[in-house]
């Protein structure tokens, strides 16, 4: 059992944006570099099923930044992966999803920010866009502060703000509120992140730049936000629970990790751990054989249409693949994954020859294809476990096609209707969803198991 010791008061606050675009990634990573600067360990936090957010967090501060969301892990998940993570941190920072009421559905408070807020009992910097409005903007922060008065919206920060008489506008409109104004950051038109059809830039292809920016955004924080003010009102008690320690390690799994493949829920990856399995992380783009001694392979999402000719010439790694799979390897593989185990992905008017494994082609789209969270019920034809439900998401803009007609491994509740998915081929499993192991660590454990079994009949 981990070890419980005394709560600690520290900083924990969350940053959350009266919708998508109000600037809460910038604020975010500025905040986070202007408390980096004053020495403190800083632990951040992504709300919701996103993967770049938190890899520009963990490529600032050094340490891995973990998702909470409380409709895929649950609020006892959410609450322990919290505690575990900012053990000996001296200041934790979530950063929000979308707008701060936005999660599952119009009627359900879960996977948004601010259930996330009540469940660990953080208070809330709302970001609010001021660029096009000027005293209305009161109205808009005052709903915000009403609309569940058990979610403390303590502090509102306005972005792109655009002379001094804007910002006393501002700042009047909220006169007799609860919530205060925490700053004012000024329009910057070098404060942007360079993005594409998934999101933001992910941290292994963000360009010389990074630096630059990072530095502005924290220049602008220590100018523009009151930052004392921030770190004394938000200290809440954090259960210390250290982390339990690593099991000895049964069995090494290869984990694509590159500019190709960069999409891991950092729980997924402890999870994996502490079931027994020593990750390896290995270059579908550069590698030119698998890691050795291993006895199983993941293969996460990110942008493999963005380096399909890179994957397409590793022709060497390409067929270590597939010989692996022949040979009974387990392999599980999400959405990029999937792609790659594929026939061929089509993107930019070009056909790129993938690992064949499955005799799909995934084409990319001018539109998103899918998007939302996903229930996923288990059957025997699962090759890490045959019965259960576990919870994942699904984002992506690929479709498929020349999908196989053989075993299913899921039959998934979300979207439009249910359907069947999770394509299995001998050990192989490869599926759009990206699973969350903590919704039903089993899974993880029966991809362990089974990649221990093969690595003992090769042994």
């Not at 967090?57 to 505690?83: C, E, I």
């Not at 690593?246 to 999409?263: E, T």
């Not at 054989?289 to 399909?308: D, N, Q, R, S, V």
């Not at 490869?430 to 919704?439: N, V």
Request: net charge positive; glycine share 10%.
């Amino acid at each position: 059992m981990a070890a419980l010791k005394k709560n600690r008061p520290i900083p924990a606050f969350v940053i959350s944006g009266t919708s998508s675009g109000s600037g809460k990634t910038l604020i975010s990573l500025g905040i986070m570099e202007a408390l980096r600067r004053r020495a403190l360990i800083v632990q951040p936090f992504k709300t919701g099923p996103d993967y770049i957010d938190p890899g520009l967090h963990s490529l600032l501060l050094g340490r891995p930044s973990y998702n909470l969301d409380t409709w895929m892990m649950g609020v006892k998940g959410v609450r322990q992966a919290f505690a575990r993570a900012s053990f000996a941190s001296g200041c934790a920072v979530v950063e929000g999803v979308m707008g701060l009421f936005d999660g599952r559905g119009g009627l359900s408070e879960e996977g948004s920010t601010a259930h996330l807020a009540k469940t660990l009992g953080l208070p809330i910097v709302l970001v609010a866009n001021a660029e096009k409005a000027a005293r209305s903007m009161g109205a808009v922060v005052k709903g915000f502060e009403t609309f569940d008065e058990s979610v403390s919206v303590k502090w509102v920060i306005f972005n792109k703000v655009g002379s001094l008489r804007h910002e006393k506008i501002l700042r009047d409109s909220l006169r007799g509120s609860k919530v205060k104004v925490l700053g004012c950051v000024p329009r910057d038109s070098s404060l942007v992140l360079e993005s594409r059809h998934l999101g933001l830039m992910t941290a292994s292809d963000i360009g010389s730049g990074w630096r630059d920016f990072v530095k502005r955004a924290g220049d602008v924080m220590e100018e523009s936000i009151n930052l004392e003010l921030l770190l004394r009102g938000s200290k809440t008690l954090v259960p210390a629970i250290e982390p339990n320690p690593a099991p000895a390690k049964r069995v090494r799994i290869a984990v694509a990790l590159d500019r190709a493949f960069s999409f891991y829920y950092q729980e997924n990856l402890d999870i994996l751990s502490n079931a027994g399995a020593e990750l390896v992380p290995f270059s579908p783009l550069l590698d030119k054989t698998l890691p050795e001694g291993i006895g199983g392979i993941y293969l996460g999402g990110g942008y493999p249409e963005m380096h399909a000719k890179a994957l397409e010439d590793n022709r060497f790694l390409r067929d270590e693949v597939r010989r692996a799979v022949e040979a009974g390897m387990p392999v599980y593989a999400e959405c990029g994954g999937l792609m790659y185990l594929g026939k061929a992905i089509e993107a930019d008017r070009r056909v790129s020859r993938m690992a064949g494994v499955f005799p799909w082609t995934t084409r990319l789209l001018p539109k998103r294809k899918a998007l939302g969270y996903r229930e996923v019920f288990l059957n025997e034809n699962c090759p890490f476990l045959k019965k259960g439900k576990i919870r994942g998401h699904e984002f992506h803009y690929s479709e498929m096609s020349g999908a196989p007609s053989g075993a299913l491994a899921y039959t998934v509740s979300g979207g439009d209707k249910n359907y069947e998915e999770g394509f299995v081929y001998k050990n192989a499993l490869a599926s759009y969803i990206h699973l969350h192991f903590a919704s039903n660590p089993a899974f993880a454990a029966g991809f362990v198991k089974a990649s221990e079994g093969f690595r003992g009949r090769k042994s």
